[in-house]
């Protein structure tokens, strides 16, 4: 996973503080179960990662 993120296109990649943003707010989730999302089955690293994509909660945290 890490190998997949680190060599990520910079046009699509999420910026280093956003990215650390994103997975403290993940961290705090009640729907984060062993680095997986209850919601939408994601690794939210990966997801995280990629500057498009968005919080799948109804409330998108991010």
């Known amino acids: 996973m ?3 993120i680190k060599n990520l296109d910079k046009h699509i990649k999420t910026e280093d503080e956003a990215y650390k943003k994103r ?3 993940c961290m705090q989730c009640d ?3 062993n680095g997986m ?3 939408c089955g994601c690794f939210v690293e990966m997801r995280a990662a990629i500057k498009k994509n968005y919080c ?3 409330e998108k945290y991010w």
Do not use: A, S
Request: one cysteine or more; proline letters at 7%.
């Open 23 to 25: 997975l403290g707010i």
């Open 56 to 58: 799948p909660d109804i």
């Open 2 to 4: 890490q190998d997949y």
């Open 37 to 39: 999302c209850k919601i």
């Open 31 to 33: 729907n984060l179960i």
